[in-house]
């Protein structure tokens, strides 16, 4: 069975820090990992996923992600946060050859100017 | 392009009535499926389609119907409303399998069930 966790509810940072956002992960074989981001009354929008290759996977805004199969984590980051980057943050996992993409229970990034 | 449109953006419902909520994208993706977004809950997968006259189910389906008879659209129906239906209904849409690719998502239906 897939699942995905993501531990903090929320995650305050202030403008200019650099931000993460963690997901851990549990899936039988290779996981397909991706990160979501939904602003207020918006459907959710894709930022980046890992299939393969590079551990560091480069994404949409400047965000990017290290996949680590040791620590079973696929973290968020972004060297200097915007306000704007205040969002509902979701992870989530699947793999190869199936329908069902599992979603975490998504995370609350509020960065203050 | 207009991606992946939804109606109604808002409704509400009194127990045991039905509905439909409706879901269309203009991008001929094959893949469509319907997610609920409850409060520390995350997204869960109620039903999905890999092409037109092909449906299952997903975490979620108890209560719900849905069917594909065009690329183009993936209705699901309500066919008697709980309390516990209240929720935030989102439509995605992808080219290839959902598990694997880049889903696009709808604005989403948030409905309310007295």
């Known amino acids: 069975a897939q699942s995905v966790a993501q531990p903090e509810d929320q995650v305050n940072v202030a403008e200019g820090n650099p931000l993460t956002v963690k997901c851990t992960y549990s899936v039988s074989g290779n996981p397909y990992l991706f990160w979501y981001v939904q602003y207020p009354n918006r459907g959710l929008q894709f930022l980046l996923k890992?299939?393969?290759?590079?551990?560091l996977v480069k994404g949409s805004y400047g965000f990017e992600a290290e996949f680590n199969k040791s620590q079973t984590s696929f973290h968020l980051k972004k060297p200097s946060a915007l306000v704007s980057d205040s969002a509902l943050y979701f992870c989530?996992?699947?793999?190869?050859?199936?329908?069902?993409?599992?979603f975490g229970t998504g995370t609350r990034l509020q960065v203050f100017p | 392009n207009a991606g992946v449109t939804q109606t109604p953006k808002f409704q509400v419902l009194k127990t045991g009535q039905s509905m439909t909520l409706q879901c269309a994208q203009d991008m001929n993706h094959e893949y469509m499926s319907w997610y609920r977004q409850d409060p520390g809950m995350g997204l869960r997968l109620i039903h999905y389609s890999v092409g037109a006259g092909i449906t299952d189910q997903g975490e979620v389906p108890n209560g719900y119907n849905v069917s594909r008879s065009t690329t183009e659209d993936f209705p699901l129906r309500l066919l008697s409303a709980a309390p516990s239906q209240t929720s935030v209904y989102f439509c995605?849409?992808?080219?290839?399998?959902?598990?694997?690719?880049?889903?696009?998502f709808g604005p989403g239906t948030r409905l309310t069930v007295l």
């Open positions: 890992y299939i393969t290759g590079d551990n």
């Open positions: 995605a849409s992808s080219y290839s399998r959902q598990g694997t690719d880049t889903q696009y």
């Open positions: 989530a996992v699947s793999r190869y050859n199936t329908d069902k993409l599992i």
